[in-house]
C-alpha cells in the first residue's frame, strides 16, 4: 500500500514531514516499511502553500489482515495532529491499496497528475476525478486540497522519478518545539566543509549564515540535503546540537529543478516557473529595498527580478546591459519573472565613446557644435570622428545562481550538475 499525506500544518506549528515520521513509528506493528518515505516538492508558487509546498508518501507492505487497521491510523493520526483550526489547513490522504501494479493506464494518469502538481496549477477536482475514476481510497478534511498533493506524492512512489536527492531531517524534542533552537553553529559549518558537495545548503559561506534550520515553531530541528547518504550521516554526526527526538532519511526531488518549463516568453503564464532566454533590453535598475529588475526580450518581453533576499547574485545582475543574451530560470509572479539562476550565453561589446585627443597638443578636443565634429581650441584642428573604446565586462558567459539562503527547496544547486573537482564558487 502507498499513502500520500499533504497539507496538515500552518504557519503556527506541525508539519507534513514529522506527522509521517510520527506515522511510520505507528505502522510498525501493521506492515513492513519498503524503502525511505517520499518528500516531494509541489509547484513552488502555489499560493495556498504553507511553507515549502511538501507533500509526502509512504509505501508499506501490509500484514494478512492489516490493510483497515493501516488506513484508520493514518486517518486518525490526521485529525489528531493537522492543524484543522486553520482556515488554510485542509489535510487529504491517499491510499493506493490494488491500484497500479498492474495497470499502465493509471500509472501514467498518476505520472501526469504528479508532473502537473510541480509545473502547473490543479484544482481540487482534478484529484477527485483521478480519485473517482480509479476507486481509490482516500480521505479529506475541509475543502480537500491536500488530495492534490497526496497524490502526486504517491505518484512519486509508483512511477519513480528520472533525478533524485536525499534529506536527512532530525524532529525537536516535543518538550522543545516552540523555543529557540540550539545548534552549534561552528559544527554545521565544519560539517559542510567535511562533506561538501555530498551534502549541500547546510550553510551558506557567501553570507556567513546556516540555512538548515527554519525558524518557525515547527518541530523541525534541521534537515541535511545531499546526493550522497553516506556524507549526510557523516555530517549529522558532527553537527553538535540540543537532543534530537526522531529522525527520518527522505527520497525528495529537492534541487532537481523539476519545476521548470521550457518556454517561449509570450506564452508565460502566471503561478508557473520557466527557463527563458533572451536579449536584455535595458540597464537594470535598483528600487528601494535593494530589488533589481530589468527587460528580457525575445518572442515577447519579459520584467526579470532579483529581489533583495538574493543578496550577491545581484551583483551579477548588475553588471547586464543591453544587447546580452541570457537565459533566466525563475517563477511568475504578477507578470515578473523571479530569478533563480542566470546562464550568460554571449555578452555585448561595451563601448565607451569619448571626445578625440588632438594629435598636436595631445588634448581633448571640444565639441565645435551640433553635428559638427569636435576642434582643439588651442591649435585650431578638426576632426569628424568620436572615439570608441571597448571596455571589459564585470562578468563572463556561463551560469550563475542565487546563494544558498534565497534557494527554493526544488531549484537544483549548481553543485549537483558540476564537474567533478570543478565545484562553483561559495
Ligand atoms: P505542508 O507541510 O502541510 O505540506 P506546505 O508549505 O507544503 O505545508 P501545504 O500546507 O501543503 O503547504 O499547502 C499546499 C496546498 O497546495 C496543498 O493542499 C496541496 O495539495 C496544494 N497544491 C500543491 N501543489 C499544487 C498545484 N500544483 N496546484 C494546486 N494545488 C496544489
Given at each position: 500500500m502507498i499513502i500520500g499525506i499533504d497539507d496538515t500544518d500552518s504557519v503556527d506549528g506541525m508539519c507534513t514531514t514529522y506527522l509521517t515520521a510520527i506515522l511510520i513509528d505507528k505502522l510498525k506493528g501493521l506492515g513492513d516499511i519498503r524503502g525511505l518515505p517520499h518528500l516531494i516538492r509541489l509547484n513552488?508558487?502555489?499560493?495556498?502553500?504553507?511553507?515549502?509546498?511538501a507533500a509526502l508518501a509512504v509505501e508499506i507492505d501490509t500484514y494478512p489482515d492489516s490493510e483497515e487497521q493501516i488506513v484508520n491510523t493514518a486517518i486518525s493520526l490526521v485529525e489528531d495532529m493537522?492543524?484543522?483550526?486553520?482556515?488554510n489547513t485542509n489535510p487529504g490522504i491517499v491510499f493506493l491499496i490494488d491500484q497500479g501494479r498492474n495497470d499502465p493506464g493509471f500509472r501514467q494518469d498518476l505520472e501526469s497528475f504528479m508532473w502537473q502538481a510541480m509545473r502547473d496549477v490543479l484544482a481540487v477536482e482534478d484529484a477527485r476525478s483521478l480519485i473517482g475514476k480509479y476507486g481509490i481510497k482516500h480521505k479529506e478534511f475541509?475543502?480537500?486540497?491536500g488530495l492534490i498533493g497526496a497524490l502526486a506524492a504517491c505518484g512519486s512512489v509508483l512511477c519513480g522519478l528520472s533525478d533524485h536527492t536525499y534529506e536527512l531531517i532530525a524532529y525537536r524534542q516535543p518538550g522543545n518545539f516552540g523555543t529557540p533552537r540550539e545548534i552549534d553553529r561552528e559544527s554545521v559549518f565544519r560539517a559542510d566543509r567535511e562533506t561538501y558537495p555530498g551534502t549541500w545548503d547546510t550553510v551558506d559561506i557567501s553570507n556567513n549564515?546556516?540555512?538548515?534550520?527554519?525558524?518557525?515553531?515547527?518541530?523541525?530541528?534541521f534537515g541535511i540535503r545531499g546526493d550522497d547518504v553516506q556524507s549526510i550521516e557523516k555530517a549529522f554526526g558532527i553537527i553538535g546540537s540540543e537532543p534530537a527526538g526522531l529522525t527520518l532519511l527522505y527520497r525528495t526531488n529537492q534541487g532537481t529543478d523539476f519545476h521548470l518549463l521550457d518556454a517561449q516568453i509570450c506564452d508565460v503564464l502566471e503561478e508557473r516557473s520557466y527557463k527563458l532566454t533572451g536579449t536584455v533590453v535595458d540597464r537594470p535598475v535598483t528600487i528601494r529595498g535593494g530589488h533589481m529588475f530589468f527587460t528580457l526580450k525575445g518572442s515577447g518581453s519579459i520584467r526579470c527580478a532579483a529581489f533583495e533576499p538574493t543578496k550577491g547574485f545581484r551583483n551579477i545582475i548588475k553588471e547586464l546591459i543591453p544587447g546580452d543574451k541570457v537565459g533566466v530560470y525563475g517563477g511568475i509572479a504578477d507578470g515578473t519573472l523571479n530569478v533563480e539562476k542566470i546562464e550568460i550565453l554571449e555578452l555585448a561589446a561595451y563601448e565607451k565613446t569619448s571626445n578625440p585627443v588632438c594629435p598636436t597638443c595631445g588634448k581633448r578636443m571640444k565639441s565645435a557644435g551640433s553635428k559638427q565634429g569636435f576642434r582643439c581650441k588651442g591649435c585650431n584642428t578638426k576632426s569628424g570622428e568620436v572615439v570608441r573604446t571597448t571596455m571589459g565586462r564585470g562578468i563572463t558567459p556561463g551560469i550563475y545562481e542565487v546563494p544558498p539562503c534565497a534557494r527554493r527547496h526544488i531549484s537544483k544547486p549548481l553543485v549537483r550538475s558540476?564537474?567533478?573537482?570543478?565545484y562553483p564558487s561559495r
Open positions: 513552488p508558487n502555489i499560493k495556498y502553500k504553507t511553507r515549502g509546498n493537522a492543524d484543522m483550526d486553520c482556515e475541509k475543502n480537500g486540497r549564515t546556516i540555512v538548515f534550520a527554519p525558524h518557525s515553531p515547527d518541530p523541525i530541528l558540476a564537474e567533478p573537482d570543478v
